[in-house]
């Protein structure tokens, strides 16, 4: 596992969780690759596997058992499946075949995938529930994510700053979210969209490899890179979305050469933001740049179709009261409005409140306080942006029968902006000056 604080001078393995306790999983299958020799470790005991194996692995008795065609392994503690010779480059769909795992946890684009897995699988019981790890490389890591967060066929230079970006993220490890699990990151948008080798490509395999062990720095330290579909047109200081931490290298920007015309900052306010959502400016990740008809063939795979730039969005008062009540567990009878507190500097809301009526007949307040807990709570299946107008359809006694978000952009906004690089990948830019965009003032430094 990494070690935190410390930039390493040498290429270091991670721990990536790949299934993790809220999934509930209490059993996963698994196939051995036909082409390559695995061996299986538990209890202290190492036994070689059978090509192309059918593995169902699962809790009995609170224990793991791992059942093949012909056998029953049961085991005290973990169990480690490996290849008996550790490849430098994985290729494409190779490794360990996990099946049903979940991509896009509590995000709208939730859905269940087969994955390819290089290096070690490690499988262990958590409070009752199964976690899977996968313990590989860095370099082989980063290859993985670049075209798990987007399509293969992106330009090399966009390829080059996603890893770049991604490996920078990752060396930084400033949240640790997972290391309580003995693990680096997960294999989610929560970290970085991680599918092992599933879609692994050669340009991909290249771009790891062309920026070995490159990284952003600023003020001596690994920037947090952070990164997001679509800005919108604007990019989102750090502290707007993790308040408490200021960085230089993520500042409220136009996603274009020059500000565009209908820009008229700072979008902090409504008025001024209200003018710009409901603009169609020329920017590297509009569609004046990259057509949305076009679009669908650069992004990931689990990625869904749908308008990134501009989007509306309608939720039924129903809907919305369902949600917010099982969600906060509060006990409204009906949402009568919702009022954004904050913005910050591209227009996304961090602070909104959820007036409503409850069963007492009483009015009463939710505060919803940043970027993640708005998106999550105003729309069941997670909503793209917190850079919204929001607008009521009045019913009887002044209660809205239904909320119309209008909205700019996927995601926080911060750093790069993932349409906005491919933009500028196909406008000809190279990697050094896409990054150079979207992380003003950082150097690229090589660390290994």
Same mark, same amino acid.
């Given at each position: 596992?990494?070690?935190?604080? &410390?930039?390493?001078?040498? $290429?270091?393995?991670?721990? @990536?969780?790949?299934? =993790? #306790?809220?999934?509930? %999983? ?95 699988? &490690?499988?262990?019981?958590? $409070?009752?529930?199964?976690? @899977?790890?996968?313990? =590989? #490389?860095?370099?082989? %890591? ?307």
């Amino acid at each position: 596992m990494l070690t935190p604080g &410390i930039i390493p001078n040498k $290429e270091p393995k991670i721990r @990536v969780g790949i299934v =993790l #306790p809220e999934d509930e %999983y209490t059993s996963v299958t698994a196939k051995t690759p036909a082409d390559i020799d695995y061996q299986l470790e538990y209890s202290g005991k190492t036994l070689p596997m059978a090509r192309a194996c059918e593995l169902l692995i699962k809790i009995e008795a609170g224990k793991l058992a791992l059942h093949t065609p012909e056998k029953i392994f049961k085991a005290n503690q973990d169990i480690k499946i490996y290849p008996i010779l550790e490849l430098q480059i994985p290729q494409p769909e190779s490794g360990l075949l996990l099946k049903n795992i979940i991509s896009g946890r509590s995000f709208h684009w939730k859905k269940n995938i087969d994955i390819n897995l290089p290096g070690t699988v &490690i499988v262990r019981i958590h $409070e009752s529930h199964l976690i @899977v790890i996968n313990e =590989l #490389p860095l370099e082989q %890591y980063i290859m993985c994510v670049a075209t798990s967060e987007m399509s293969a066929k992106c330009p090399s230079e966009l390829i080059k700053a996603q890893t770049i970006a991604a490996r920078s993220w990752l060396l930084a490890n400033i949240e640790q979210k997972h290391r309580d699990l003995e693990m680096d990151v997960c294999n989610d948008d929560c970290c970085q969209r991680y599918q092992g080798s599933t879609f692994l490509n050669d340009q991909s395999i290249r771009g790891a490899r062309d920026t070995f062990g490159q990284i952003l720095m600023s003020n001596e330290k690994i920037c947090d890179a952070r990164y997001s579909k679509n800005c919108g047109g604007v990019t989102e200081a750090f502290e707007t979305i993790w308040p408490g931490v200021k960085h230089n290298y993520t500042v409220v920007k136009a996603d274009s050469s020059d500000d565009p015309m209908e820009w008229n900052p700072p979008l902090s306010e409504d008025n001024n933001f209200k003018r710009w959502v409901k603009s169609n400016p020329i920017a590297y990740c509009s569609p004046w740049t990259v057509p949305e008809n076009e679009l669908n063939q650069y992004l990931g795979n689990v990625d869904e179709k749908g308008a990134y730039f501009r989007w509306d969005i309608r939720v039924k008062q129903q809907e919305l009261l369902d949600h917010i009540n099982q969600l906060h567990s509060i006990d409204a009878k009906a949402i009568v409005n919702l009022e954004i507190l904050n913005r910050g500097g591209s227009g996304r809301a961090n602070r909104l409140a959820v007036e409503y009526i409850n069963t007492n007949e009483e009015r009463q307040i939710l505060l919803l306080q940043s970027e993640y807990s708005i998106r999550q709570s105003l729309y069941p299946k997670f909503l793209y942006s917190s850079a919204i107008i929001i607008t009521p359809k009045m019913g009887k006694q002044n209660i809205p029968v239904s909320f119309q978000y209008h909205g700019a952009g996927w995601g926080h906004g911060v750093g790069l902006c993932q349409i906005g690089a491919l933009g500028m990948a196909l406008k000809g830019f190279e990697a050094e000056q896409i990054l150079a965009h979207y992380y003003p003032g950082s150097v690229i430094e090589k660390i290994y």
